[in-house]
């Protein structure tokens, strides 16, 4: 299973953005997918997120500016990113949990996997 992020790119403070982060290979389902960043000298933190249970979270920096959604049709996760601030540069990864089928058998395995991350620049 691999992922595929993009969308990123240099916005001014006020600016939208919007990320996907399409899911390829061999897979029985997703069952929870998510959004970080990290920030040159900082921790990966966690965006906003789709949880197994079906809910989503989002960080609280980005509550009212960000939106998580999914196309379960075109495999893909995205994020709105609206009103953007020089604080919300960073590279944005995806992630996924799920289960795949391990071939040739019928056993089935979780996963978890991550994009190789695209670049968000904001500037002031």
């Known amino acids: 299973v691999q992922l595929q992020a993009s969308g990123g790119g240099l916005v001014q403070a006020g600016g939208s953005l919007r990320l996907s982060c399409v899911a390829s290979?061999?897979?029985?389902?997703?069952?929870?997918a998510g959004w970080y960043r990290q920030a040159p000298g900082k921790v990966r933190e966690l965006v906003a997120e789709?949880?197994?249970?079906?809910?989503?979270n989002y960080a609280d920096s980005v509550k009212g500016r960000f939106t998580i959604s999914r196309d379960n049709a075109k495999n893909t996760v995205y994020l709105q990113m609206n009103s953007l601030k020089p604080e919300d540069t960073a590279v944005y990864y995806c992630?996924?949990?799920?289960?795949?089928?391990?071939?040739?058998?019928?056993?089935?395995?979780?996963?978890?996997?991550w994009g190789q991350g695209t670049q968000v620049t904001v500037s002031s």
């Open positions: 789709f949880t197994r249970g079906g809910q989503t």
């Open positions: 290979g061999r897979y029985f389902s997703i069952n929870a």
């Open positions: 992630n996924a949990e799920g289960t795949q089928v391990v071939l040739p058998t019928t056993r089935l395995s979780d996963f978890n996997v």
